[in-house]
């Protein structure tokens, strides 16, 4: 039923945009529980992308995982596209804010695919800045373009196979490595 929660974000983003700086609670709930409690809990059963993912166990096409997806290298590399990419977040937000670029206010896919649609909002809110609306747009960017990557490679291989290069589980595992 966790899966809802994923479901729920992106159609939540439709409402109005505002909504994806719940991204930050998904950025921040799984590193709380794992201080608080020294075990690598969300990866065990509270992580909603999970969830979401296993829908896809039954519909996959179950290709043998190539052995580099399973690589250091690799778990590396996409740990630090999401730093780059949160980076890209925070610096262009913050430019936005000092008026030197314009904002983006669309979904960009991977940083650089900017979809040629806009999503509707059916509610505006009357506090909408030009910053925060870039922002939101950012999150929800980063999400959508992780859950699909997620996605992709559960109907090619497993839907366990996410878990392996996941961000969190790394960030998770270097934390409690470190700890022990």
Known sequence: MLFLLTLFYFILGFVNIYFAYLAFLC???????????????????????????????????GLKAPKWLYSKQTISNVLTYFCINIFFIVFSTIMVSNGRIAPIEKIRLFIVFQLPWDIPQLIQFSFQSETLTHLAFRLYSIMLSSTLLGTIVAVLFKPSNWC?????KTLSNRYLFKSS
């Open 27 to 61: 950025m921040t709930i799984p590193f709380i529980v794992l201080v608080i409690k020294k075990k690598n809990l969300w990866c065990k059963g509270l992580c909603p992308r999970k969830s979401y993912l296993n829908l896809f166990r039954n519909i996959n096409l």
């Open 164 to 168: 392996v290069i996941c961000p969190v």
